[in-house]
């Protein structure tokens, strides 16, 4: 059993960063793949950011070259780095973790409850 807690959120103007924090429990962090997603009133879950077990990473087009996904093993967390935030980033943002192939929402085993992430314009 895997537990995550996820941290970082808030209210930010358009164009400014948050970074969110994942801390997991359990002593196999590391063999897991974690994965970022997001839901926005009205929406499906959708898929933001992943890091592999074997630190390769994965993100989503429109998050591309503004969020950066990272783990530090030591620390069982996972971060995501989100700068140049758009209005519609506005979402609550949840952590994930599997053992699973891909970075599909139904590759995950266990989810955080969420952080909130309000971007104004």
């Known amino acids: 059993q895997v537990q995550l807690v996820e941290s970082g959120?808030?209210?930010?103007?358009a164009g400014g960063s948050l970074r969110l924090s994942c801390a997991a429990s359990g002593r196999?962090?590391?063999?897991?793949?974690?994965?970022?997603f997001r839901q926005a009133p009205g929406n499906e879950r959708e898929f933001v950011a992943a890091i592999m077990w074997s630190d390769s990473t994965h993100y989503r087009d429109s998050v591309?070259?503004?969020?950066?996904i990272s783990r530090d093993?030591?620390?069982n967390t996972v971060y995501l780095q989100m700068n140049s935030l758009k209005p519609e980033d506005t979402a609550v943002?949840?952590?994930?973790?599997?053992?699973?192939?891909?970075?599909?929402?139904?590759?995950?085993?266990?989810?955080?409850?969420?952080t909130q992430v309000t971007v104004s314009s």
């Open 73 to 75: 093993n030591a620390k």
């Open 93 to 114: 943002y949840y952590c994930a973790a599997g053992s699973a192939p891909g970075w599909g929402k139904y590759a995950y085993d266990y989810w955080g409850q969420g």
């Open 9 to 13: 959120g808030g209210l930010v103007q």
């Open 28 to 36: 196999t962090f590391s063999s897991y793949n974690m994965g970022w």
């Open 64 to 68: 591309k070259g503004r969020f950066t």
